[in-house]
């Protein structure tokens, strides 16, 4: 009864069209007023305590760390250096897009940021060498989504806050399906500008290569810091995230010089007002997970499904379609903060690895930022290119299909994801 009472008030609160942040501690609080004998004190307690994590940090740091690299020119060098490297193919601007995607994802953690900072250059460039603008969405939009799949990722950091996981785990276990990911990607990119017969760049020299590389070297470099700092033991997560902001700080404004000292106040501000949403979006997860704990409701639901004998299979099919629809209408912090605290202790009580589902949890969030309505790198997309949001949506077709035989990989060859970070001792 509780739970019906706890759902049924989140979504009229949401069917309103209040924000989620909003909605969840309104539920909260109207539930713990009216139909619990829980004292204030401790729903305070529980908030102070639930947000006075050490790895929080990590993800204003983070969000820190990629504003300095969108506006510091370090993108820019990056797709010159994708380009050197796989324009010479067939539709090699898009292969370029994803490549340059890749690497702009291995040093800012998140999906918008990688969409605005490559497709803001690469979809004018796409559109001016005669690129249908359909096929330079799809790619920007799809290839964008690699932001946070691809560590260091702040959806990672989320779940990690969320269930108690280790982050640095989470990162090693992105590493492989990252990479996988861009190059089955690529691979539509390929496939579907060979149907079209889209153009092709000029065969870079080597030492061309080189140069491009030497250029974007400083930028690249920062995943030896993240990653590197991580593996070795020198950083925990939430201390890489710090140097990263450092980092990304000298770069781009000593090193390139494409960054102001008068411009470092707004990149400031905007990160300031970024972190300030996501981390009141947390407050109220913590005391929605405090009260559906305190209810028993993710027992309960995880002692229903044992019963009813779902098993593993069917627990993680269902997974994936609720987090698909989800996907669709909510952004990826709100969907992890709202889910995890049930979904979670299902899947323990299943015997599945908490790194392998947090890596699936991942991926369904990265397909969710390209399904309509709400799908978030659809509108960045469609702001870059000024084109209809319906459009978009069928822009994306193919590769929302790679990205959907991608995730019954993950889901199903939990190998793919466990891999590395067993391999390195972190798990």
């Not at 820019?76 to 324009?87: D, E, H, K, L, Q």
């Not at 070297?217 to 997560?237: H, N, Q, R």
């Not at 140097?243 to 106040?265: H, N, Q």
């Not at 690895?353 to 709400?374: C, L, R, S, W, Y």
Request: net charge positive; glycine share 10%; with cysteine.
């Amino acid at each position: 009864m509780s739970a019906a009472v706890i759902f049924l008030l989140l979504a009229l609160l949401m069917l309103t069209g209040m924000p989620v942040s909003i909605s969840l501690g309104l539920t909260v609080l109207t539930f713990l007023f009216a139909f619990t004998d829980v004292p204030l004190e401790a729903v305070a307690l529980k908030l102070f305590t639930g947000i006075e994590k050490f790895e929080i940090m990590a993800i204003p740091f983070f969000i820190l760390a990629g504003n300095f690299l969108t506006h510091g020119g370090v993108a820019r060098r990056m797709i010159n250096f994708a380009t050197s490297m796989v324009g010479h193919f067939r539709g090699g601007l898009g292969m370029s897009s994803v490549f340059a995607c890749a690497l702009f994802a291995a040093v800012s953690g998140s999906s918008p940021a990688t969409v605005v900072a490559i497709g803001s250059i690469m979809l004018p460039a796409m559109v001016r060498a005669g690129y249908p603008k359909k096929f330079g969405v799809g790619v920007i939009a799809s290839a964008g989504g690699l932001g946070i799949l691809i560590p260091p990722s702040i959806v990672m950091v989320m779940y990690a806050v969320s269930t108690n996981s280790s982050i640095g785990a989470l990162f090693m276990a992105g590493v492989i399906p990252g990479l996988l990911l861009a190059f089955m990607l690529g691979f539509t990119t390929w496939w579907v500008a060979r149907k079209g017969n889209y153009p092709r760049e000029p065969v870079h020299s080597w030492s061309e290569r080189f140069v491009a590389f030497r250029k974007s070297v400083w930028g690249l470099l920062l995943i030896v810091v993240v990653i590197g700092g991580i593996y070795s033991g020198l950083f925990t997560p939430t201390e890489a995230a710090a140097m990263s902001a450092v980092y990304a700080f000298v770069i781009a404004v000593f090193v390139y010089k494409d960054l102001k000292m008068s411009d470092v106040p707004k990149v400031l501000l905007n990160s300031a007002n970024m972190s300030a949403m996501l981390l009141y979006i947390i407050t109220n997860a913590v005391l929605f997970s405090f009260i559906l704990t305190n209810e028993q409701i993710p027992q309960s639901i995880a002692q229903w499904i044992l019963d009813s004998g779902m098993g593993v299979i069917g627990f993680l099919i269902a997974v994936n379609i609720l987090l698909l629809i989800m996907g669709s209408f909510m952004e990826p912090s709100s969907i992890i903060l709202i889910t995890a605290p049930i979904l979670f202790p299902i899947a323990m009580k299943l015997g599945i690895d908490p790194i392998h589902f947090g890596i699936m949890i991942t991926v369904n969030m990265e397909i969710g930022m390209i399904t309509p309505p709400v799908g978030l790198n659809l509108y960045v997309a469609s702001g870059i290119a000024k084109m209809g949001l319906t459009d978009c949506a069928k822009a994306v077709g193919p590769w929302l299909l790679t990205m959907l035989i991608f995730l019954m990989i993950i889901t199903y060859v939990p190998v793919v994801t466990t891999w590395l970070p067993t391999t390195l001792g972190m798990m």
